[in-house]
Structures are given as C-alpha cells and as structure tokens.
C-alpha cells in the first residue's frame, strides 16, 4: 500500500498568512527530504531531515522523532514567489526514497 | 552550473521506437536512480544503483533498460515506446544508497510518444 500520504493536496492562501503542509507515514522512516517543484518542472530540494528540525528563513520541517511516522513542512509569510508543488520523499531502509502525491500550494496577492 | 545533467530536455518519439535518455552527475555521488512523473501519478521509482550496480528495480518491463557506462553516468534505454511511456524522466543521485544520504535530482527529460 501507499508508505507516504500527504496532505492537503491543495492548498490556497493569501499573502503573509502563515500554513502547514503534512506528511503522514505508514511505517517507520529513516529520513525524509522535502522537495518543491516549479512551473518548469524543476525538484528544488528544501530539507532532509533524519530527525528534528531545521529552518531556514521564512520554511520550517519537522521530523517526528519519536514515532518516526510523520514530517511537517511550516510555511511563515508565505510569498507569491513559493508558489508550486510540494513533495516529501522518505526512506524506510531501502535503497530508494518514495514520493507522496503532493500539495499544490497556489499563493494569492 | 547544474550538478546533474540530463539530455535532452524534450523528446518527441514515434511508437515502436528506441530512445536512450542521458544523465551525467558531477556531485562526486556513488548511487544514482531514475523517477518518472507521469500526469496522473506523483513520482515514482524505477531503479537505483550504487557504485555502478543495479540495487532495486521496480520497472515491470523489461523496455527499460538503465545503462552505466561511468561511475557518474546512469543512461536510461527504452525500447518498443509506448504512448503511456509519456512522462517526465527524473534522474538523481545521492553519496550512498543509505537512507542517510539526500538525494539531489536533474531537471528532467520530459518525453513524449505519438
């Protein structure tokens, strides 16, 4: 079955408002690494994680370390600029990471 | 500079056709993979290889073929295309096969079939 459900898979929001996007696991993961993809199709890389959190600037990620079973992607301020499709990515133990479906994150002025 | 190239950027193929996709990386990384994106489906995996060896494969057909002829080249062949093989083609690597590597991705071969 599915390992990585995302959600939501769409998401609106106005300038400066602040939102969380979530990644919920059916089993226990090793890392995940969270990705936003543009308008041109590129996979920009934002953040991996194996535990805990990082920041950086206006995007927070956290990794449940306790459980190991989910990982949120906080968006602070949001820009027109951060606009696309977000995707987390997570490895259980295997050699390969697998993707969930993503958020389609549309900021309006 | 892009770290991980792939050629080329848009192809239009004819079914029953053979195209060969290119991916070069210059990150120094040991395992590469190949993700397709196709317009119904979020990413998804079909192979991995580390240190030049295949590790997982998770194509059914057997039309795909990875191809690594340098330690940073993981070309991939198809063969007999199919209208459904219509996708985006994701190349990337990581400095090892281990869940504690982040895995860098190229920009994309995006492949159309008529």
């Known amino acids: 079955g599915d390992q990585v459900e995302q959600s939501p898979s769409a998401l609106s929001l106005h300038e400066g408002t602040d939102s969380a996007l979530r990644c919920n696991f059916t089993t226990t993961m090793r890392s995940v690494q969270w990705f936003r993809q543009n308008s041109r199709g590129s996979l920009i890389s934002l953040f991996y994680l194996a535990s805990g959190t990082k920041e950086n600037g206006r995007l927070k990620s956290a990794f449940d370390s306790k459980e190991r079973r989910y990982s949120t992607l ?15 990515a997570a490895n259980y133990g295997n050699e390969k990471i697998t993707f969930g479906a993503g958020t389609k994150l549309t900021i309006k002025p | ?14 079914t029953g056709s053979e195209k060969i996709l290119i991916c070069e990386q210059y990150l120094g990384h040991n395992a590469m993979y190949w993700y397709r994106q196709s317009a119904k489906k979020p990413l998804e995996f079909m192979f991995s290889y580390s240190y030049q060896k295949l590790m997982d494969n998770q194509t059914a057909s057997s ?23 219509s996708a985006t083609y994701f190349c990337a690597s990581s400095q090892e096969s281990t869940p504690n590597s982040d895995y860098t991705f190229g920009s994309g071969t995006r492949l159309l079939v008529i």
Do not use: M, W
Not at chain 1, 74 to 88: K, V
Not at chain 2, 63 to 85: E, G, V, Y
């Open chain 2, 1 to 14: 500079d892009p770290k991980i190239i792939q050629k080329p950027k848009y192809l239009v193929a004819v």
């Open chain 2, 63 to 85: 039309r795909f073929q990875p191809q690594s002829s340098k330690k940073n080249h993981l070309d991939l062949q198809i063969t007999a295309l199919k209208p459904d093989d």
């Open chain 1, 74 to 88: 906080h968006i602070r301020d949001a820009q027109l600029e951060d606009s696309g499709t977000y995707f987390c």
